[in-house]
Structures are given as structure tokens and as C-alpha cells.
């Protein structure tokens, strides 16, 4: 079964400073999702990737998807104390139709003001 | 467009006890999605449901059981609590399968004493 390994599996950063989770796959990643979820709160929608190669940036948030599509890298650049929270990654379940999503466990970040 | 709504938000159970967790979307989406989230554990799929009066097994369906007699809800049942179904309990929607955003629900928080 697919399997979706992130890393760190937590940061502490001083607002200001940049800095990348990483997510890898054990197999081709069909579309890639990152999601930021707030404690105690739902998912908010990131960005998708599906194609090798792509790069999508929203505000100071940009994600990757390497050209083999088995690693998707989120890089926040200029922390700020709003991007605090935990950083999911998603992708479609490896050769299903039924549209589910298996996650990563997480990334918590904190910034430090 | 409230998008997907989750009742309740917080619940308390005793082990035995059962309650029903409803999920209702207002976009008109076929696909709909029960997970749980654990700490350490990320998200895992419950089960799922491609469209009115269908339902599938998930990663770990034991426990529960779900019912879509209409299309915008999505119920998720525990038919006797046990405290390993103390979680946060989200429900998902999307459009149709592959490639498609999922939106999620504020999450339900639930413990089993």
C-alpha cells in the first residue's frame, strides 16, 4: 500500500526565517494536496500538483513536485506567526477510482514572534 | 454556501453508548468521506460513499457503519463506543474522483470514557 512520509515532524522557526517540509511517496504520486489545519480546527486547502515538475505558490507558500512525482517539498518563505499550525500532505490512493485520500502524519509548525 | 458542516462539534460517550455523526455538504458533490485523525496517526479513511445510497469500507471501518439515503449527508454511526474511538472525526466531500480537491468539515470531537 502507499505510504506518504513527512518530514520534520515538527519545526520551531523564528519569525522571519524560510523554511521546507517535505513529504515523499512510496509510489508515483496520482495529484498531490497540502493542507494546513489550525489545532482544533478542520483542513484548509493549499495547493494541488499533479505533474511532474509543477510548482504552484500562494502568498509567501510555494509548493513542488520533484519530476519522478514521489516527493512534494512546501517552502514558506518569511514565517510569519499565521503560518503556525499543522502541515498535511495527501495524495490519491495509488491506482484507485474511489477518489480517497491517504495522508501524511503531519508536520507542526510553530513560529516563534 | 455553508460548504460541509459537521454535528456536533464535541461529544462525550460512555463505552456502550452509541451516536450517529452527521455530515451534510451543499455543493452538490457525489463523493463523500468519513476519517478519523489520531495523534502520531494522521488521517485515516473510515469509509466512504461515490454516490446516493452507496457505501464502502475504508482503512478502518470496524466499529462503525454510514448510510447516504441522500446525496448532501453522510452519516457515520457507532453502534457501541469503545474509548480507541476517541478521535477527531472529519467528514470530506468532492466532485467526483482523481485529481479533484477534497473539502473538509470542521472536524467532530469525540471521546469514549
Known amino acids: 500500500s502507499q505510504e506518504l512520509e513527512q518530514s520534520p515532524q515538527s519545526l520551531i522557526v523564528q519569525e522571519g526565517k524560510n523554511l521546507t517540509i517535505n513529504c515523499t511517496s512510496s509510489?508515483?504520486?496520482?495529484?498531490l494536496y497540502w493542507y494546513k489545519q489550525k489545532y482544533g480546527e478542520g483542513l484548509i486547502f493549499l495547493m494541488m500538483?499533479?505533474?511532474?515538475?509543477e510548482e504552484k505558490s500562494h502568498e509567501k507558500i510555494t509548493a513542488k513536485l520533484d519530476e519522478k512525482k514521489q516527493q512534494s517539498s512546501l517552502h514558506i518563505t518569511a514565517s510569519q506567526p499565521s503560518h503556525a499550525g499543522i502541515y498535511l500532505c495527501?495524495?490519491?490512493?495509488?491506482?484507485?477510482?474511489?477518489?480517497?485520500?491517504?495522508f501524511g502524519k503531519g508536520t507542526k509548525l510553530s513560529v516563534k514572534p | 454556501n455553508a460548504g460541509v458542516t459537521q454535528t456536533p462539534k464535541f461529544r462525550v460517550l460512555k463505552t456502550g453508548q452509541s451516536m450517529t455523526l452527521l455530515c451534510a455538504q451543499d455543493?452538490?458533490?457525489?463523493?463523500m468521506y468519513w476519517y478519523r485523525q489520531d495523534p502520531g496517526m494522521g488521517l485515516r479513511l473510515i469509509h466512504y460513499?461515490?454516490?446516493?445510497?452507496?457505501?464502502a469500507k475504508g482503512e478502518v471501518p470496524d466499529g462503525y457503519n454510514v448510510s447516504r439515503l441522500k446525496k448532501q449527508n453522510f452519516l457515520l454511526g457507532l453502534e457501541s463506543a469503545a474509548p480507541s474511538q476517541t478521535s477527531v472525526y472529519f467528514c470530506?466531500?468532492?466532485?467526483?474522483?482523481?485529481?479533484?480537491?477534497?473539502?473538509f468539515g470542521p472536524g467532530t470531537r469525540l471521546t469514549v470514557t
Open positions: 460513499s461515490v454516490g446516493e445510497g452507496t457505501t
Open positions: 500538483l499533479q505533474k511532474g515538475g
Open positions: 455543493m452538490n458533490h457525489e463523493y
Open positions: 470530506a466531500s468532492s466532485r467526483t474522483s482523481g485529481g479533484i480537491r477534497q473539502y
Open positions: 495527501g495524495a490519491g490512493s495509488y491506482g484507485g477510482s474511489q477518489g480517497n485520500l491517504i
Open positions: 509510489k508515483t504520486l496520482y495529484g
